[in-house]
């Protein structure tokens, strides 16, 4: 994959995230997506962790609270970022 596609996407898969997140996670969700649409190309993979991380936080929240809905809506947005970042090469699940 190119640098400027994973520049591209990553963001519109994290704007998915945020849509799904509760509201104080959709904010840093949305600071994220400022860093992947700014910082250089080597800062994604970080970035993605950092979002795979915010989104399981929502989830778990999601599920403690019993909002299946939510946490559907969650879980679907995580795991596409998830196959995005694992596609991309941009994880190491060494």
Request: proline residues 4%.
């Given at each position: 994959?190119?640098?400027?596609?994973?520049?591209?996407?990553?963001?519109?898969?994290?704007?998915?995230?945020?849509?799904?997140?509760?509201?104080?996670?959709?904010?840093?969700?949305?600071?994220?997506?400022?860093?992947?649409?700014?910082?250089?190309?080597?800062?994604?993979?970080?970035?993605?962790?950092?979002?795979?991380?915010?989104a399981?936080?929502?989830?778990?929240?999601?599920?403690?609270?019993?909002?299946?809905?939510?946490?559907?809506?969650?879980?679907?947005?995580?795991a596409?970022?998830?196959?995005?970042?694992?596609?991309?090469?941009?994880?190491?699940?060494?």
């Amino acid at each position: 994959m190119t640098r400027q596609y994973l520049i591209g996407e990553l963001p519109t898969r994290l704007e998915q995230l945020q849509a799904a997140a509760p509201a104080a996670a959709a904010r840093y969700v949305a600071d994220l997506r400022h860093q992947v649409e700014t910082r250089p190309v080597t800062w994604l993979p970080a970035e993605l962790t950092r979002a795979l991380v915010l989104a399981d936080r929502a989830c778990w929240d999601s599920l403690e609270s019993g909002d299946a809905a939510a946490f559907a809506r969650q879980s679907a947005a995580a795991a596409d970022l998830r196959l995005f970042g694992a596609c991309a090469r941009l994880l190491d699940d060494g």
